[in-house]
């Protein structure tokens, strides 16, 4: 059974950070893109940053670029966003995405990832 496990979201104030984690569970052990996407109310789901499991460059939407930072543990399974400097407009319900197909982490649009987590809420007042 696949599950990714969003935790970390909180309210915070601006110029604050947050861990957001995402934990698999179920994955065969190969190369997987990861994604952690965003979307507040009214607004179409965004892209924020991604990674291939195991290495490889990261990917960062130019809205987050120089504020977030991913990164990930192999042998939790976990991959984490670090937020920083964080912004109203950061806030939303921010979401994990996998998906086997690794090539071209970066460029891998939201229907490209087969598996999602709940999601977890990020406020910033």
């Known amino acids: 059974h696949v599950q990714l496990v969003e935790s970390g979201g909180a309210s915070v104030q601006a110029g604050g950070s947050l861990t957001l984690s995402c934990e698999a569970a179920g994955f065969v052990p190969t190369k997987r893109c990861v994604g952690w996407f965003r979307q507040a109310p009214g607004k179409e789901r965004e892209k924020v940053a991604a990674?291939?499991?195991?290495?490889?460059?990261?990917y960062y939407a130019d809205s987050v670029k120089g504020r977030f930072t991913i990164s990930q543990d192999a042998a939790k399974d976990t991959v984490y966003l670090q937020m920083d400097s964080l912004k109203p407009e950061d806030t939303a319900m921010y979401y994990c995405?996998?998906?086997?197909?690794?090539?071209?982490?970066?460029?891998?649009?939201?229907?490209?990832?087969?598996?999602w987590g709940q999601g977890t809420q990020v406020t910033v007042s």
């Open positions: 990674v291939v499991t195991g290495g490889g460059s990261a």
């Open positions: 995405a996998a998906a086997y197909f690794y090539n071209l982490c970066g460029s891998l649009k939201a229907s490209g990832f087969r598996y």
